[in-house]
């Protein structure tokens, strides 16, 4: 069993920054894949950025160039650097652990948090 409990969320300008985390107990955190997702209202849970057990990096076509996915296993913590937010990125953000191959769909992935809110503000 993995609990994963995000924070760091809040209100932000359009064009600024934040830093989510999400710390992970139980299971040993080195051994699993970590994934961001983000739902906003009326849609979709979709895909943000993942890192790999092995340190391989993903990121959606919507954030890539402005969002940093990195992992600090001796800390247990999932980070997800956020940098020139937009409105459109308003949404709660949950942070996941899977062990399988894939990394880029819900499905692939076992834990979640419970969610952390940002909102931009245009």
């Known amino acids: 069993q993995v609990q994963l409990v995000e924070s760091g969320g809040g209100l932000v300008q359009n064009g600024g920054s934040l830093r989510l985390s999400c710390t992970a107990s139980?299971?040993?955190?080195?051994?699993?894949?970590m994934g961001w997702f983000r739902q906003a209202p009326g849609k979709e849970r979709e895909f943000v950025a993942a890192?790999?057990?092995?340190?391989?990096?993903y990121y959606g076509d919507s954030v890539k160039d402005r969002f940093t996915i990195s992992r600090d296993n001796a800390k247990t913590t999932l980070y997800l650097q956020m940098n020139s937010l937009k409105p459109e990125d308003t949404a709660v953000y949950y942070c996941?652990?899977?062990?399988?191959?894939?990394?880029?769909?819900?499905?692939?992935?076992?834990?979640w948090g419970q969610g952390t809110q940002v909102t931009v503000s245009s």
């Open positions: 996941a652990a899977g062990s399988g191959m894939a990394i880029l769909r819900i499905r692939d992935y076992i834990y």
């Open positions: 139980g299971r040993i955190f080195s051994t699993y894949n």
């Open positions: 890192v790999t057990r092995i340190s391989t990096y």
